[in-house]
């Protein structure tokens, strides 16, 4: 997700963390009501419309359970309140699955992509003209978030070394977008939609270096649970996917079929429908159960987490116990371990988009 800031400290996780593994016995256990949170965001909004429409209950009805739906106003806060046990499933971007739920020592698990940044993220400049011309230059950012991610892709693709080469200045996603309109020393910025469209059309000097299109897929927005629970509870799941990817098709439809999700969405995200258009033109969508198996299965997927791992451990995301990249094992869709195979925090679940994908749902 992108509209808070993505780190938490280390002292939280590994206390809210301790708390869940002590809790763990009665989260796991069966159960019939589940609570479900999402922060503003295109690519989470669909599930706001699921819970008006009637889908998600209808789907929920189906499985014998309840479902609660709710937006939360802080992002972090969201992921808080997964990792303590209020939250069943929470929506976040790929990368916080890992540095927050998972490096606190909840076992998580990603079962079900919505999306990932298509153009959303950009690394833009008032002065400079290429990427090579920010060594040893300030670049604004939400330090340890997405953006920060993206500017060292930006710079490793670009012959350079990392975010070493330049100097990370952190602000919040609040004030980002005034800063860089209003103060001309904030000549290099990091940072997503709808910020960045503020951004570059109030500055009119403002050049793009680089935006996620460049790196497709490796910005990717997801809900996770908690393993045990999805475990013990495998009708949360399919209900949750398959309420999701009816609300799906009927965007993917178009015309009258699409208008009252498309509706929807634009007034939860304080816009018309040109520009929500301009956010869901930025924003790839797996709109089928089969492309979400597809994307999560695929190799390329695996070598994404395994740069994501990377990164996080060198900016100190794993926390200060992690003596080295493998401390933390990452399960992908096929079996395979990333890290250390005893220690398994983050899954990659294909299982329920496969049950969609197959008519199983």
């Keep these: 997700m992108k509209f808070s800031f993505r780190a938490l400290t280390q002292s939280l996780i590994i206390t809210l963390g301790a708390s869940l593994a002590l809790a763990g016995s009665a989260i796991a256990a069966p159960k019939t009501s589940f609570k479900v949170g999402y922060t503003i965001y295109v690519g989470f909004m669909p599930m706001g419309y699921l819970k008006d ?47 927050m739920p998972a490096a606190g020592g909840v076992d998580t698990s990603i079962f079900l992509i919505t999306d990932y940044s298509n153009g959303n993220d950009v690394l833009m400049s008032k ?5 090579a011309e920010l060594k040893d230059k300030e670049v604004y950012l939400v330090e340890y978030s997405v953006s920060h991610y993206l500017l060292n892709r930006a710079l490793v693709l670009n012959g350079m070394s990392g975010v070493g080469e330049v100097k990370t200045v952190n602000i ?10 209003a103060n001309p020393d904030i000549q290099n910025a990091a940072a997503w939609k709808p910020m960045t469209a503020d951004m570059i059309s109030g500055s009119p000097d403002t050049k793009v270096l680089f935006d996620s299109a460049q790196i497709p897929g490796e910005i990717m927005d997801v809900f996770i649970g908690n393993t045990e629970v999805l475990k013990e509870n495998p009708a949360f799941g399919k209900a949750l996917t398959g ?46 159960p089969a492309e979400a198996v597809t994307f999560l299965t695929d190799a390329k997927t695996g070598t994404i987490m395994d740069d ?6 060198d900016r100190g995301l794993f926390g200060q116990g992690a003596t080295n990249v493998d401390a933390i094992g990452i399960e992908l869709a096929d079996g395979t371990v990333l890290g250390d195979p005893a220690n398994i925090k983050l899954r990659v679940d294909a299982s329920y988009a496969k049950l969609g994908a197959d008519g199983g749902l």
């Design 53 to 99: 429409s009637g889908i998600l209950k209808k789907w929920a009805d189906k499985y014998g359970i309840e479902i609660e739906m709710m937006a939360v106003n802080d992002y972090v806060g969201s992921i808080n309140q997964f990792i303590a046990g209020d939250l069943d499933a929470v929506g976040v971007a790929g990368m916080d699955a890992l540095t």
């Design 243 to 288: 309420a999701w990817y009816e609300a799906l098709a009927a965007i993917k439809a178009g015309g009258e079929t699409a208008k009252p999700v498309n509706e929807y969405m634009a007034s939860a995200l304080g816009t018309d429908q040109a520009g929500l258009k301009t956010q869901i033109d930025t924003t790839f969508f797996f709109y089928t």
């Design 308 to 313: 994501i791992r990377k990164f996080s451990f």
């Design 172 to 181: 919040s996603d609040a004030d980002i977008a005034a800063a860089y309109l």
């Design 127 to 131: 002065s400079a003209s290429s990427i």
